[in-house]
């Protein structure tokens, strides 16, 4: 029922800036929450940051003050504005809908690489 399409990943120097964009499709965007996740090869998929449906928001200690989470409701998009990135960002970034009821686990994405190297 929820499609999502991400954008803007790339390479970029360390301390450089990107920002990701995930378009959803679907309805009642405004009752899901909004999740940025990543995965680097050979590691897990971690979250790397949450936006609630009332604003409130999450992030992973190692990008805290650094990443941005924000989501446009009228545009059905969710942000991440990446700053200060370092090589340690690399990695593929997905998009996360998630509802309580409809679907706690969420849809995805599917993914765009982000690739932090001088």
């Known amino acids: 029922q929820v499609q999502l399409v991400e954008s803007g990943g790339g390479l970029v120097q360390p301390g450089g800036s990107l920002r990701l964009s995930c378009v959803a499709s679907?309805?009642?965007?405004?009752?899901?929450?909004m999740g940025w996740y990543r995965q680097a090869p050979g590691k897990q998929r971690d979250m790397v940051a949450i936006?609630?449906?009332?604003?409130?928001?999450d992030y992973a200690d190692s990008v805290k003050g650094r990443f941005t989470i924000s989501r446009d409701n009228n545009k059905n998009t969710a942000y991440l504005q990446m700053t200060s990135l370092k090589p340690e960002d690399t990695a593929v970034y997905y998009c996360?809908?998630?509802?309580?009821?409809?679907?706690?686990?969420?849809?995805w994405g599917q993914g765009t690489q982000v690739t932090v190297s001088s």
């Open positions: 996360n809908a998630a509802h309580p009821r409809w679907n706690p686990v969420g849809y």
């Open positions: 679907g309805r009642d965007f405004s009752t899901f929450y």
């Open positions: 936006v609630a449906t009332d604003g409130t928001k």
